[in-house]
C-alpha cells in the first residue's frame, strides 16, 4: 500500500467491516492457555477527551481505553477527573494507554514522572510494556506518526525511525494490541478523505509478523468500528476504532 499522505486516502481493500460503532465496544476473548475456556469480555473506549462521564458503559471483565482521555491544553488539570472515574468503575481490570493531547503521563525527558503509581492509580498504564490477564497477552503503546507544526497535540508523536523502534518492542505472541494511533488503511481515513492518520510502519508489524487476535486504536475521529482482515493460513485479525462518540471532533 505504501506509507506516503495522497490526494485520497486509502483503505485496504481485504478489510471487513462488522460494525459501525457505538460509544464502546465490546469483545470476548478466550486463550488457548485459558484452561477453563472462559470467555473475557473487554470494554474499549478511546478518544474521550475529558467526557467519561457520559460513556454508558456495559458490564465486564477488562475496560480498555485507547489514549486522548484529555485535552491537549488542560491536560495535567483533567487527569484527575478521568482517575477519579476509573477508581469507581466496577472491572477487574482497567489498562490505559496514552494519546497524543495526553501531555499528562508525557514526560520524554523525567520518566519517573509517568509512573503511573503517581498517575493513574486506578488503572494499569501500558507505555511500550504489556500485561497477562488469564492467560491473555496484552500489549499497550502510545506513539503516534509526527504531523505538522500546525498540530499542537503532540505527546507521543514520533518520527518514523524512533515509531519503528517503538513497534519492534511489540511480542510475537501479543494477542491484543492496545495502541492509540490506528494501522495505515484500517478505519484511518482523515475527515477530509485526502490522506491516511494511521502508521504504515504499525501495519506492517501487524500484518507480517505479530498477527494479534484483536487491535484496538482510537486517534482517528469518526471511523469508529469494527472489522476484521483474513490473514492467510491465521485467524482473522479483528480490528477496532474505538473513538468515542459522546463530544465534537478535537484539534
Partial sequence: ??????????????????????????IYHTSPENATGKKIRFVVTSDTHTCHD????????????????????????????????????????????????????????????SKPSHLLSNATYLEDSGIEIEGIKIWGAPWTKARGIKYRAKAFSANPESINMHW???????????????????????????????CPQLENVIMTRVKPRVHCFGHSHGNYGVGEIQVENELPITFINAAALIRPPQV
Fill in 168 to 198: 519492534s518492542k511489540i511480542p510475537d505472541d501479543t494477542a491484543v494490541l492496545i495502541t492509540h494511533t490506528p494501522p495505515f488503511g484500517i478505519f484511518d481515513v482523515h475527515r477530509t478523505g485526502t490522506s491516511n492518520e494511521g
Fill in 54 to 113: 457520559n460513556l454508558n458503559l456495559p458490564e465486564g471483565d477488562v475496560f480498555v481505553h485507547c489514549g486522548d482521555f484529555t485535552k491537549h491544553a488542560s491536560s495535567r488539570r483533567d487527569l484527575t477527573s478521568f482517575n477519579e472515574f476509573l477508581g469507581k468503575l466496577p472491572y477487574k481490570h482497567k489498562l490505559v494507554v496514552g494519546g497524543n493531547h495526553d501531555f499528562c503521563v508525557y514526560h520524554p525527558d523525567q520518566p519517573d514522572l
Fill in 1 to 26: 500500500m505504501g506509507g506516503q499522505e495522497s490526494r485520497e486516502a486509502q483503505t485496504r481493500s481485504d478489510l471487513r467491516r462488522i460494525e459501525k460503532g457505538s460509544e464502546v465496544f465490546q
